[in-house]
């Protein structure tokens, strides 16, 4: 029993080395070629669109350390994943973020194998937890400046409008909402007008962040400058009409969550207090609950409530979510 935790330390310090070794190592031979045949092209390239995509993606790409480069190569899709790590706000990369899920899912592993637990469960485990833990805090970070973002837009159309109203242009306008209002709104307006001064239209920087925040109130705005700019009229008024429209879906949401509160908090305890007993009971004592892992009839019984409890999360999660 006690080779187990020696063999999971060294499992992890290979693990560890090969990570480092497999960061720093140069880089494909054949994927540089080809960034030097595209690099030529975007050289020749004269139009004002691919200037800004140029240089958009030369500040992208210097912003990219070796682990980041490593760990982009083992991911499935790196875009997504920066993506995401950019709506939250923070300074993280891939790197980190793949640095952050390995780390977590080795020290995992090691704890549940010298409590007892089998190796590949505990990997297994190790595994799951490694890889959720940064998700779901990712998830909690977008949500958390997305709702931020949601309820001071409304805030920033106004200032919008009273802009238009004193005669300055749109563009400039943006540039003051950028500069006076602090928080994720401020940070995407300042990105857009950044964008707008090497060379972006206002349409695509626009469209841009839009694609990256996910939000239909910033999609609204997004389509109500791009139909004024084709039809004419007067953007102030419209702006103030969807400023008021924004308020109103904001305070139909609050009420809606507050309607539904008790609903979901019923469904975090019933959901969770399963998987907390369980927890429990294998600290107190773990040879107890170590047949859950050999004998199959209680496997089975496992895996029968494990599908039953996420049908009825499912169904109660779908009775609680409300689309307005």
């Known amino acids: ?34 960034r030097r045949l595209g690099a030529v092209r975007e050289r020749h390239s004269v ?3 691919s200037l800004a995509d140029m240089q958009l993606r030369r500040i992208t790409n210097s912003r990219d350390t070796k682990v980041d480069l490593a760990f982009g190569r083992l991911l499935p899709n790196k875009a997504l994943l920066a993506k995401r790590l950019a709506m939250t706000g923070k300074s993280w990369t891939v790197g980190q973020y793949g640095m952050a899920t390995a780390g977590i899912a080795l ?10 637990m089998p190796l590949a469960l505990a990997l297994l485990a190790g595994a799951a937890v490694g890889g959720g833990i940064p998700h779901l805090a990712v998830g909690f ?30 563009t400039e306008t943006m540039s003051v909402v950028a500069a006076e209002v602090d928080g994720p709104v401020g940070e995407e307006f300042r990105a ?53 429209v924004l308020r109103q ?10 309607m539904s509160s008790e609903s979901k908090a019923s469904a975090y305890i019933v959901g969770s207090l ?26 089975v019984a496992g895996i029968g409530g494990l599908i039953w409890m996420g049908i009825g999360a499912a169904i109660m999660a779908k009775m609680v979510s409300f689309e307005i």
């Open 192 to 244: 857009v007008a950044d964008k707008m001064k090497i060379g972006r239209s206002m349409d695509a920087a626009l469209q841009e962040t839009a694609d990256r925040l996910g939000t239909p109130e910033f999609q609204f705005f997004v389509i109500t400058i791009a139909i004024q700019r084709e039809t004419g009229g007067n953007l102030a008024e419209t702006l103030a009409n969807l400023a008021t």
């Open 249 to 258: 879906r904001g305070q139909m949401k609050l009420k809606i969550k507050a």
């Open 107 to 116: 020290v995992v592993a090691l704890l549940l194998t010298i409590k007892g």
């Open 1 to 34: 029993m006690n080779i187990v935790p020696l063999m999971i330390v060294a499992l992890g310090g290979v693990t560890v080395l090969g990570m480092i070794v497999f960061a720093f190592a140069g880089p494909n031979a054949q994927r540089a070629g080809n």
């Open 274 to 299: 399963p998987f907390i007993v369980f927890s429990m009971i294998y600290m107190i004592n773990g040879d107890y609950m170590q047949n859950f892992f050999i004998d199959q009839r209680l496997i």
């Open 47 to 49: 139009t004002p669109v």
């Open 141 to 170: 970070f977008i949500k958390k400046r997305i709702g931020k973002f949601t309820t001071k837009f409304p805030d920033a159309i106004e200032l919008l409008v009273r802009g238009l109203r004193s005669g300055l242009p749109i």
